[in-house]
């Protein structure tokens, strides 16, 4: 198996195969696939618009493969991605247009075998050869030369769509390939979907082995069950494809591990950030504006870094869903609202330190709980541990404000990176609509919200060397074992916040 995280599918070279004119690579004479020594070829075939090249994007994890429109038609040519294992391609997909008129087909590939006894695959080849396979057919024409080619096939089947005659005739013309069928039902979230019908459908015509797989939301096991059906139409290469599933699922745990750790280093840098501050009210409102404008850009930079883990693009995201660029985003991660919408209390800190100096009581009276909770919190968080530092903390105290970041907040960063890793742990790359969160409240977000903070984040507090935004910054390996313990917090399916 590959160890690097870089193993996602990538585009084959020259993985087009153009069209089927006289020109181009014919299948074999005997309608039998190319040797086995070369990677497993499957291709996506069905009507048009059913989402063929979005269940491709899901399952090669590239948001950019083919084009995608709610107009039919829109793959107008194959094209094909490869996914490796050991770093050899041992399965190709192939995206095949879409079949829009197989009625009449069927109907002219029955008068071209005329009275002769011919099986499947030798009446597909004799349309092939007829004029009309380059002229009215050349779409459906590009497909079924695929299909002779490739060593099964996966149906797409839009599931909201009724059963027609036309589904069947295209199910009979693939059938005749001879090769093994696998029906997709995708869309099977929609509220309106037809899932049962053609299910029956797909019975009464041997069918049995079916999937059901959402693009734009794939269940969470839904890869592996869709590759366990391969395996069962595919026996000879069975073990191929259970390796290849196995390294999905590992890869699919490994980015979540590493999320975590991405929002783990994002909540300690900011856990630590100190700055420094004269006692009166003016610098004190300016360092709690630049500690509030490096700790939304730290925010920014971890998203950024997990759209990128999860081969999103920025664009995937909704801004206004997830405020996190501009005014509105500056205003959410410090303002009560934003606090109050996922159900976290401002702490203690606040009111302490409201009772260390005249200049934070001006504060209180005069900015917004944002600024207040802020500086409140760095201030009143190093008056309630005096005790515990001594007189050196408090020689520091007569000459300047040290500020930090709330617990509230750090609560509320914590809340908005696990939901996100949820959200991009779980979409499709063929969703088109910007990601939004799941403001549902699960039990890991109570802990979070309520419970204490963990020990890892307690720690940042007294170690300012340990956040990047800090002048005086060391990655030492106490802290890369915190990011460590905090990441599985994080990435994990409880969520727990609270130490054991």
Known sequence: MDDTSDDRARPAPGASPADPSPAAPRPPADGTPAASGRPLQIALVGHTNTGKTSLLRTLTRDAGFGEVADAPGTTRRVQGAQLRLDGRPVLAWYDTPGMEDSVALLDYVDRLAGAERL?????????????????????????????????????????????????????????????????????????????????????????HALVEFDTVAPPLDGERQLYARL???????????????????????????????????MLLDIAALRLASASDEPALRAAAQD?????????????????ALYNFRHEDYDAEALPLTGERWGMDLFHPQALKDAGVSVGMGVAAGAMAGAAVDLMLAGVSLGTAALVGAATGGLW??????????????RGYR??????????????????????????????????????????????????????????????PEWSTLNAAHEDTPRRAAAVRTLGERLSGADGAAQSA
Request: overall charge positive.
């Open 231 to 265: 395996a069962m139409l595919l026996d000879a290469r069975a073990g191929t494809l259970q390796a290849l599933s196995d390294q999905l699922a590992r890869q699919r745990q490994e980015r979540r591990g590493e999320a975590g750790r991405l929002a783990a280093g």
């Open 291 to 307: 500690l509030q404008d490096r700790a939304r850009r730290r925010e920014q930079a971890c998203i950024d870094a997990l759209l």
């Open 402 to 463: 040290e500020l930090s970041i709330d617990d509230a907040v750090l609560r509320l960063l914590a809340l908005r990176a696990r939901r996100l890793i949820d959200a991009l742990d779980r979409r499709g790359h063929a969703a088109r609509d910007p990601l939004r969160l799941d403001e549902a409240q699960t039990d890991g977000d109570r802990a979070w919200r309520e419970g204490k903070l963990p020990p890892e984040l307690k720690e940042a507090r007294s170690r």
């Open 119 to 207: 099986d499947g695959p030798a009446r597909i080849r004799r349309f092939l050869d007829a004029p009309e396979a380059r002229g009215r057919f050349e779409q459906e024409a590009r497909v079924l030369a695929k299909m002779l080619e490739c060593d099964a096939a996966l149906y797409v089947i839009d599931a909201r769509d009724p059963v027609l005659a036309k589904h069947l005739d295209e199910l009979a013309l693939l059938a005749a390939c001879g090769r093994p069928l696998l029906p997709v039902l995708n869309f099977v979230r929609a509220p309106a979907h037809r899932a049962a019908q053609w299910r029956e459908a797909m019975a009464r015509l041997g069918l």
């Open 384 to 397: 309630q541990s005096v005790e515990r530092y001594g007189q050196r903390l408090l020689g520091k105290l």
